[in-house]
């Protein structure tokens, strides 16, 4: 079968396993993730095809696999959709692959399949427990199959995403995607909190997907075609973009373009000042939180704005000064990166801190657009997949593993919060150590870790294009990084335990173990395709496969940086002296975080996000709800809307009364009356004559006859 054909496969399993267990198997849990599992594997073997295939091409930037059909007919031409596979979404599919069938294998678990059903579980809700021999254990999830079918579309939408040519069907994906979080974050329905969240991601990615609409609306206005690669490796369409001024704010055509369409990505990866959506979203399930961090959701994000680079960077070529939209990019992408890095600092919750965590790594690929390096911001894009993947679903197995204890000695307390935690090295031996490769991946741990390859990359062309700035801001946030990974570390699997539940934390079965494995081997591997060919002792020895394969996908190739041992000692630095730091500060921590009285206020701000939550609540929700109660519902719809439709009907029967009481009836009325009465006395005087006697008829014929000879008798003879 042509690669082509396998492209256009990609996607179905997982939108086919979707209506099949929706309409056949949402009953029979074991089959229900049967069907979702065999698609998401078929899924990945499809990928796994496509990949390699691609990666067996010379030059294969200039000749990706591409196929096309005719869809809507446009006047006098026809728009084409179709499937594309280049070098940069040959590398995002080979991570997607992975990370869903993983997430997908571990949900079984998650969800306790096998466990019998909690007497008091109700849908909607986490499930509570069940009594198993005169012990509580823990029950499968009541809406298990739906569950499923759920992730089976995202996985779909994201599939979809990765595979278009264009950038319409490309919004496709997006938007199926942007559906499934809303129905996965409010997944457990029957919590307030689970809805505020899923309406909170919902209508905060809105915003930016209208932005990202305009742009999309304005390309098609500028070029007449979505189609990536008549687009972005056409250099006359991007020279008459650059050159062609917008009329705002002094941008060319190229650089609107971008930035609306980077405002997209500005929500849909949860980067400042659209990031609050983000953490709410951990109320879902915590393999939805994995394909939201890792897999699709705020993935999608920064693949948009790498695909369209070659727009934003209209008129840029290295070593000249940043354009607009670079610059814009490049100030979101720091400033959110050290943001969200110090809010991650006084967070309880081991997967808020995650969170948080996502939101600053992505802000570093934003920030390594922003300043030219493409290749560095894609290869952190798939690195971080990886280990973030294996934290999101190591997390959910601390956390399983505390409900366990928590079941089991029946103390209440959250089994989410780390100070509740402690010990658990021991006592969850495989989530541990994979745990502590993916934070040591996140931290960027040196030389082993696939984190400090593609962070490393990212400090080192900031330093070779004198983006000193970006750098020392990047630097920082990198040495928080560190530090926080190592809090959350230390606090959860080290010291003794702090609760009893701690104390009574098991281990979890294979199938939620099992994908920790196979991502923490990634979360190490997948660093060594992109290590430079110029770094001491190790350079060299594997090749630098990853920038010659994703540059390819570039019309100019991407000019690696030069090694310098000034952004390497800061690599090395930040990441160690972050571990080293956290270490020291946290072995020893009790039920109450250290950091808190020596930073006093600061630790508050931090701990409440700075307050964003309540800025926005004051400065928009309140506003918009006194709009829409004040103005929008008691002014324009009562008074406005409803007074003119109460008009309008008063006067209506007003009008009906003259009609009824001028026209209707003394006229209609009068006439009808006047032929029925009329009928009626004519009946009345033939009744008269209806007697049913013959003699009378014959009489009466008689009668008529003789009258009428009579009367011409007279006639004649007169």
């Known amino acids: 079968m042509p690669t082509e054909t396998l492209i256009w496969l990609i996607p179905l399993p997982p939108l086919l396993a979707f209506f099949l267990i929706l309409l056949f198997t949402r009953k029979n849990n074991a089959l229900s993730h049967t069907v979702g599992v065999v698609a998401a594997a078929t899924s990945w073997l499809l990928g796994m095809l496509v990949f390699f295939a691609a990666v067996g091409i010379d030059h294969f930037g200039e000749h990706p696999f591409h196929s096309a059909i005719a869809w809507l007919p446009t006047g006098e031409t026809v728009f084409n959709i179709g499937v594309m596979i280049d070098p940069l979404s040959a590398a995002v599919l080979f991570f997607v692959a992975w990370t869903v069938l993983m997430i997908f294998i571990y949900s079984i678990g998650y969800h306790n399949f096998g466990a019998p059903k909690g007497d008091h579980d109700k849908p909607g809700l986490p499930p509570h427990g069940a009594e198993d021999h005169g012990h509580h254990v823990p029950s499968v999830e009541p809406m298990y199959s739906r569950f499923f079918a759920f992730i089976a579309l995202f996985a779909f939408g994201m599939y979809t995403l990765v595979v278009s040519d264009n950038l319409l069907t490309l919004f496709v994906g997006w938007e199926i995607m942007g559906l499934c979080s809303y129905l996965l974050i409010g997944f457990w329905y029957a919590k307030p909190s689970a809805r505020d969240a899923a309406k909170k991601a919902f209508l905060t990615t809105r915003i930016g997907d209208v932005f990202m609409l305009l742009g999309i609306v304005a390309l098609y206005s500028a070029t007449g075609t979505l189609n990536f690669h008549e687009i972005l490796r056409n250099e006359n369409i991007l020279h008459m973009l650059a050159s062609s001024p917008s009329g705002v704010l002094g941008l060319s055509a190229a650089g609107l373009i971008g930035l609306l369409l980077f405002i997209g990505t500005v929500g849909k990866s949860a980067q400042w000042p659209l990031h609050v959506w983000l953490p709410d979203a951990m109320e879902g399930p915590t393999p ?38 670079m610059t814009v990019m490049a100030f979101f992408g720091a400033f959110t990166a050290i943001f969200a890095a110090t809010i991650a600092l006084a967070q309880k919750d081991i997967k808020r801190v995650l969170a948080y965590s996502t939101i600053s790594q992505l802000g570093f690929m934003i920030a390594a657009l922003g300043i030219g390096a493409y290749v560095a911001a894609a290869f952190h894009l798939v690195t971080h997949a990886f280990f973030k993947a294996l934290l999101f679903l190591g997390s959910g197995s601390v956390i399983h593993g505390m409900e366990h204890g928590v079941l089991h000695t029946g103390e209440h307390v959250d089994p989410q919060d780390m100070f509740n935690m402690g010990g658990l090295k021991k006592k969850m031996p495989i989530t541990f150590w994979t745990f502590l490769i993916g934070g040591f991946a996140l931290s960027g741990f040196p030389l082993i870790t696939s984190g400090f390859w593609s962070k490393d ?18 630097s920082l946030a990198a040495l928080l990084t560190a530090f926080y990974t190592m809090r959350q570390i230390t606090l959860t699997f080290f010291g003794e335990p702090r609760t009893k539940a701690a104390d009574h934390a098991s281990e979890n079965k294979l199938v939620m173990t099992g994908p920790l494995m196979v991502l923490s081997v990634f979360a190490i591997i997948a660093g060594w395709v992109g290590i430079p060919e110029h770094f001491p002792v190790i350079g060299g020895l594997l090749p630098n496969w990853f920038h010659d394969f994703v540059g390819s996908t570039l019309l100019e190739h991407p000019h690696a940086p030069d090694f310098s041992w000034i952004p390497l000692g800061i690599s090395l630095g930040v990441a160690l002296g972050g571990l080293g730091l956290g270490w020291l500060v946290y072995r020893k921590a009790g039920s109450e975080d250290p950091l808190r009285k020596p930073l006093g206020p600061v630790y508050t701000l931090l701990e409440n996000k700075y307050y964003f939550d309540e800025l926005y609540t004051k400065i928009f929700i309140r506003p918009a709800g006194v709009i829409a109660e004040k103005f929008s519902y008691w002014f324009l719809d009562r008074k406005v809307i409803d007074g003119v439709l109460h008009w309008i009907a008063q006067n209506s029967v007003n009008l009906g009364l003259v009609f009824r009481d001028r026209f209707e009836t003394p006229v209609i009325s009068g006439v009808a009356d006047w032929a029925a009465n009329s009928t009626a006395a004519i009946g009345r005087v033939l009744r008269k004559v209806q007697t049913g006697l013959v003699q009378q008829y ?21």
Do not use: K
Request: net charge negative; aromatic share 12%; no cysteine.
């Open 457 to 474: 990359e990212i400090l080192a062309d900031a330093f070779a294009n004198h983006h000193y700035a970006l750098l020392i801001t990047l």
């Open 288 to 325: 939805v939180s994995a394909m939201i961090h890792a897999a699709t959701m705020v993935s999608a994000g920064v693949y948009m704005v790498l695909r369209m680079f070659p727009l934003l960077s209209a008129g840029w070529h290295h070593g000249d000064p940043l354009t607009t939209t």
């Open 698 to 718: 014959l009489l009466l014929v008689a009668l008529v006859a003789f009258g009428g000879l009579f009367y011409y008798l007279f006639t004649v003879l007169r």
